[in-house]
Nanobody, 128 residues
Framework: QVQLVESGGGSAQTGGSLRLSCAASGQILDYDNIGWFRQAPGKEREGVSCISRSGRRTAYPDSVKGRFTISRDNAKNTVFLQMDSLKPEDTAVYYC?????????????????????WGQGTQVTVSS
């Protein structure tokens, strides 16, 4: 089992940017699908992005499309989430997840059980 560790969270103002990292303790290439999810207090967990093993396939929900960009560096066993044009509604704990049950798609983003391994999360707070 590979351990996933998120970093890069913090505070930003509306319109600002943050870059999250998800570092894997082992070979991130072992996973077909790496995703980012978030959960705000009192709200359901929401998938915000995923990326395939090769990096050629990505997916985003409409809520973040055009603002968030996922990428990966397989040599460094790390996946990144660049978040631009941040809004207060982006405030949440962000989690990295990895799995082989389903390929990266909007389906996998709304079905968190397609991911097997999860990080501990990193807090993102966006103020207006």
């Amino acid at each position: 089992q590979v351990q996933l560790v998120e970093s890069g969270g913090g505070s930003a103002q509306t319109g600002g940017s943050l870059r999250l990292s998800c570092a894997a303790s082992g070979q991130i290439l072992d996973y077909d699908n790496i995703g980012w999810f978030r959960q705000a207090p009192g709200k359901e967990r929401e998938g915000v992005s995923c990326i395939s093993r090769s990096g050629r396939r990505t997916a985003y929900p409409d809520s973040v499309k055009g603002r968030f960009t996922i990428s990966r560096d397989n040599a460094k066993n790390t996946v990144f989430l660049q978040m631009d044009s941040l809004k207060p509604e982006d405030t949440a704990v962000y989690y990295c997840a990895a799995g082989n049950r389903y390929y990266c798609s909007t389906f996998s983003l709304v079905n968190a059980d397609t991911y097997d391994d999860w990080g501990q999360g990193t807090q993102v707070t966006v103020s207006s």
